[in-house]
């Protein structure tokens, strides 16, 4: 019951004023926000590389509805491609974003982010790395999906979220195995109605494996971004039996969460890469992972009540 709760809270302004301006909740953040700026993102960014694991940097923001906001979001992913190339981990550190970071929300918008996508991930293949959409509300799932095409055709390396429980999922995932194209399989973290998105949990997770399923079996290169550890082992075993190499696909996760897993994949021999998210903006993501887990809005109480 909680989950709904705090993503309709996720987009509540008042909310937002009353969490962020807290003091209190800063600590808390900071274990799933590897901190506000640059610099201090590309510390965690390097310590993770230097643990062997792959990472994917996000510059936090959402909902973004002014030109000159769209224009900082952007201008923030320039800063970070070219951050990125002076690390020399090449596309074992890559970028993620959100298309309402760059304006899609504004009038006229979906140009915009379109726009503004295109200049980062020419910014990102001239780092010697790669760019992947993270994908939104249902509203912005054709959209995303269009820019991401059109990325492809000039940065064939760009990449994309797609989110289980979205029941068109499954045919965008027959679209998408194509050579070469890097998907990345989510649950999805937003509040969908029935119509578009399975509801129960069971239902969400069987359409995992159905996604999985195609993507492993085709020629691109799946990104399976989960902490979920039943299908965690099951994309070990799928790729096992398909023959797929270690270096073929990779498994993904959020700065955070499960720590422990990550390296104990890594060290195993997979590919692991680390969602890293930065920035001020962090209001949105922050709520998205208390809603996921009810234990998290406990830890942050807790936390709360004992300062
Ligand atoms: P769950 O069944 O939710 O969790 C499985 C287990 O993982 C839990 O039992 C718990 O042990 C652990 N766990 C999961 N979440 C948490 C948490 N918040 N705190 C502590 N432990 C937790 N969603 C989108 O909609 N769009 C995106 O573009 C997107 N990008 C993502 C990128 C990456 C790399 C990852 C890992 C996730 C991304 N997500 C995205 C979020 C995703 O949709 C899920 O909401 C999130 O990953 C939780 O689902 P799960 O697969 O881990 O499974």
Request: overall charge positive; aromatic content about 6%; hydrophobic content about 45%.
């Amino acid at each position: 019951m909680l989950g709904p709760v705090l993503l309709a809270a996720a987009r509540s302004d008042g909310i937002r004023r009353l969490v962020t301006a807290s003091p209190l909740t800063r600590p808390v953040v900071g274990r799933f926000v590897a901190g506000e700026r640059l610099p201090e993102s590309l510390a965690v960014a390097a310590r993770l590389a230097g643990g062997g694991l792959r990472v994917t940097l996000d510059h936090l923001g959402e909902n973004v509805t002014g030109r000159a906001e769209a224009l900082r979001g952007r201008d923030a992913c320039l800063a970070l491609a070219e951050a990125l190339a002076a690390t020399g981990l090449g596309e074992r550190a890559e970028l993620s974003v959100k298309l309402s970071a760059l304006g899609r929300a504004l009038p006229g918008g979906e140009d915009l982010a379109a726009e503004h996508a295109l200049r980062v991930a020419e910014a990102a293949g001239a780092a010697g790395t790669a760019l992947t959409l993270d994908m939104e509300d249902h509203t912005a799932t054709a959209l995303t999906l269009d820019v991401h095409a059109r990325l492809r055709e000039r940065f064939p390396a760009t990449g994309v979220a797609v989110q289980s429980y979205l029941r068109r999922t499954e045919e965008d995932c027959l679209a998408l195995a194509a050579a070469g194209a890097r998907v990345r399989l989510v649950k999805g973290a937003y509040r969908e109605p029935p119509a578009v998105a399975f509801q129960e949990r069971a239902a969400v997770d069987r359409s995992f494996v159905r996604c999985l399923r195609i993507l492993m079996a085709g020629p691109g290169y799946p990104m399976v971004a989960t902490h979920d550890p039943r299908l965690i082992a099951l994309a070990g075993a799928l790729a096992a039996r398909l023959g797929r190499a270690e270096d073929a696909y990779e498994y993904q996760m959020l700065y955070g969460i499960r720590p422990d897993e990550q390296r104990r994949l890594a060290a195993a021999g997979r590919r692991v890469r680390v969602y890293i998210p930065y920035g001020t903006d962090w209001y949105g993501y922050f709520m998205r992972r208390l809603a996921e887990r009810p234990a998290n809005l406990a830890f942050f109480l807790r936390s709360a009540a004992t300062r």
